[in-house]
């Protein structure tokens, strides 16, 4: 069974960093894509950045520049550095994966089956 638990979330102020690690367990597909999703009260979920087994990576143009998608295989852990946060970066942060979505739906959530259970991040002016 595919597990993903998210960690690092909290509480900072505008232009402060954060680090959040999605842990994988279960997974046995020899590929991947892995994303992270946010959502925000009132809103709908939405793809902020997206790493595949070959190495490419995707970001929502909100946060390039500022975000980065890495995964130490090793470990089995997923992160998002996410760098000069705003406000508006406030939101429910998802870690998600599929063995395979083809690169126009990397950052679509239906396209993901494995979900973890979210992690908060609020960011104050």
């Known amino acids: 069974q595919v597990q993903l638990v998210e960690s690092g979330g909290g509480s900072v102020q505008a232009g402060g960093s954060l680090r959040l690690s999605c842990a994988v367990s279960?997974?046995?597909?020899?590929?991947?894509?892995m994303g992270w999703f946010r959502q925000a009260p009132g809103k709908e979920r939405e793809g902020v950045a997206a790493?595949?087994?070959?190495?490419?990576?995707s970001y929502a143009d909100s946060v390039k520049g500022r975000f980065t998608v890495s995964k130490d295989n090793a470990k089995n852990t997923l992160y998002l550095q996410m760098n000069s946060l705003k406000p508006e970066d406030t939101a429910m942060y998802y870690c998600a994966a599929e063995p395979y979505i083809r690169a126009q739906k990397w950052l679509a959530p239906p396209e993901y089956r494995f979900w973890g259970q979210g992690t908060q991040v609020t960011v104050s002016s």
């Open positions: 790493i595949v087994s070959d190495g490419w990576t």
């Open positions: 279960g997974y046995t597909y020899s590929r991947y894509c």
